[in-house]
C-alpha cells in the first residue's frame, strides 16, 4: 500500500524531480568546449574539389578556358591529360602544368597562369533560416555566412558556433564566434539554444 501524501509534499516532489531532470538534461548537453576552430592558412590560396579555375596559356586558345576541379581533385586538361590540382596553390598549378606541356613535347616554351574563379562553396547549417550551400566570398565571417542562409531563427544560438574545417586534407571541429573568418568548405553549424 502506497504511503498518503499531503499536496504539499506532492508539489515538493514534482519540484525535485523536475530540477534533477533538468539538471541531468544540462549535464547530457554540456560537452567538453570544443578548441578554436583553427586560423585560416596564410599565403596563397590552397585548391580544393568544387573550386572553379580560369586557365590560361598564351597563344594557344585550347588550353585556355575555365575548368573545375573535381572530387578526387583533379582537372582534366585538353592534350595533356589529368592533373591533380587539390592541395596546389595556383602558382603551384601553373608550374605542374608548364612542366606536364614541356614533358608532352607539344609546346617549347608556354606560358601558363592559373586563377580561382569561384571558390568552393560554405555550409551552413542548424538554426538558420535557409540551410544549404552558399558561395564563399573572401573576408566572409561566420555572422555574414548567416546572414546569407537567411539570419538565425528564434531558437538559434547567437554566439557560439561550430566549424567542420578542412585544414591539409583532415576535417577539424571547432567552436567559433561571430567576427571568426570562414574559409571555402567550412561547415557552419548554428546550434540551438536551451530555453
Request: glycine letters at 10%; aromatic letters at 6%; one cysteine or more.
Amino acid at each position: 500500500m502506497l504511503p498518503y501524501r499531503t499536496a504539499a509534499q506532492s508539489e515538493g516532489l514534482r519540484r525535485r524531480h523536475l530540477i534533477l531532470a533538468g539538471v541531468a538534461t544540462l549535464a547530457a548537453c554540456s560537452s567538453p568546449d570544443l578548441k578554436p576552430v583553427p586560423p585560416p592558412t596564410p599565403g596563397e590560396y590552397i585548391l580544393g574539389p568544387a573550386d572553379q579555375i580560369r586557365i590560361i596559356t598564351f597563344g594557344e586558345e585550347q588550353l585556355t578556358g575555365e575548368f573545375g576541379v573535381d572530387a578526387s581533385g583533379d582537372i582534366a586538361l585538353p592534350l595533356v591529360g589529368t592533373i591533380h590540382a587539390a592541395g596546389l596553390t595556383p602558382r603551384q598549378l601553373s608550374a605542374a602544368i608548364t612542366s606536364a606541356l614541356l614533358q608532352s613535347k607539344l609546346y617549347q616554351n608556354p606560358s601558363v597562369s592559373v586563377e580561382v574563379v569561384a571558390y568552393r562553396p560554405v555550409f551552413v547549417l542548424g538554426e538558420v533560416t535557409k540551410p544549404g550551400q552558399y558561395p564563399y566570398q573572401p573576408g566572409m565571417s561566420v555572422v555574414t555566412a548567416v546572414a546569407v542562409a537567411g539570419g538565425f531563427t528564434y531558437r538559434a544560438k547567437t554566439d557560439r558556433f561550430t566549424i567542420v574545417r578542412s585544414t591539409t586534407g583532415k576535417p577539424v571541429e571547432g567552436s567559433a564566434l561571430r567576427d571568426t573568418q570562414v574559409q571555402p568548405g567550412d561547415v557552419i553549424t548554428v546550434a540551438e539554444r536551451i530555453f
